[in-house]
């Protein structure tokens, strides 16, 4: 009878009056549109008992309605690979929206969340360079997060869209040196000014440049226990530093 409704078959079969008489008894038209309302009802009640939807994958509810899979299952229709899971509608994704559904799966909402970190940490101090072990005040372990993302790209498993976004923000994913980085620093530094006499709060790109050049010498000096290489020793004269020995 669904089937006849639906494409028109039978239609004198189906008459009007016979429609109502079945619509009269509560008659489900659509399957999936009431199993849906069901589930909405059911992410309503989980909203008001939790204040979010960031419902567990192996969440039941004490209807045993399987909530959790229910959420995967049209996240998963929304981002084309539903299975055979039917669309939603524009209706039915706002009704959600409205709820604050989270249309990320947990491993996407993870990445976007140190995504956002990232961006912050950038704006607050102006690079992206930080300790490896540094945390966010929320618990984000985004030193590691950032050495992971140069890792995956090294090895080519580093998604295009990922990617994007990093190198969108001006996030540099190629390995570099360390001592060249900071060397570039210098070297604009004493293109600019004419010599290395760095103000000691000085601080560019997230690097105390005074500091550093006097780590420089000191080693070129052996107070240190680094050694440069002669390049480097020879780089660093070429812009203006000079050790003891050259006295």
Request: proline share 1%; net charge positive.
């Amino acid at each position: 009878i669904r089937m006849f409704r639906k494409n028109g078959i039978r239609s004198r079969f189906l008459s009007d009056e016979r429609i109502k008489a079945l619509d009269e008894i509560g008659m489900v038209w659509d399957v999936f549109d009431y199993i849906w309302e069901e589930y909405y009802s059911a992410a309503v009640k989980y909203h008001r008992e939790h204040g979010d939807l960031n419902v567990p994958a192996r969440y039941v509810d004490s209807d045993g309605i399987k909530l959790g899979q229910w959420m995967n299952n049209i996240r998963s229709a929304r981002n084309g690979a539903g299975n055979g899971y039917k669309e939603l509608t524009d209706e039915q994704t706002k009704r959600l929206d409205e709820l604050g559904m989270i249309w990320e799966n947990k491993l996407e909402l993870k990445w976007n969340n140190a995504f956002r970190a990232l961006c912050d940490y950038h704006l607050k101090f102006g690079t992206f360079e930080m300790k490896s072990g540094y945390r966010t005040e929320d618990g984000i372990n985004l030193g590691k997060w950032v050495r992971d993302q140069r890792d995956m790209f090294a090895k080519g498993k580093l998604s295009e869209w990922r990617e994007e976004k990093l190198r969108g923000i001006g996030f540099v994913l190629e390995k570099t040196d360390p001592w060249e980085e900071k060397f570039m620093l210098a070297k604009a530094y004493f293109d600019e000014h004419g010599d290395l006499k760095v103000p000691v709060d000085y601080k560019v790109n997230g690097v105390w440049l005074n500091k550093w050049v006097n780590e420089q010498k000191q080693i070129a000096e052996g107070k240190r226990k680094k050694k440069h290489t002669a390049e480097q020793l020879e780089r660093l004269r070429n812009i203006g530093l000079k050790f003891d020995s050259d006295i």
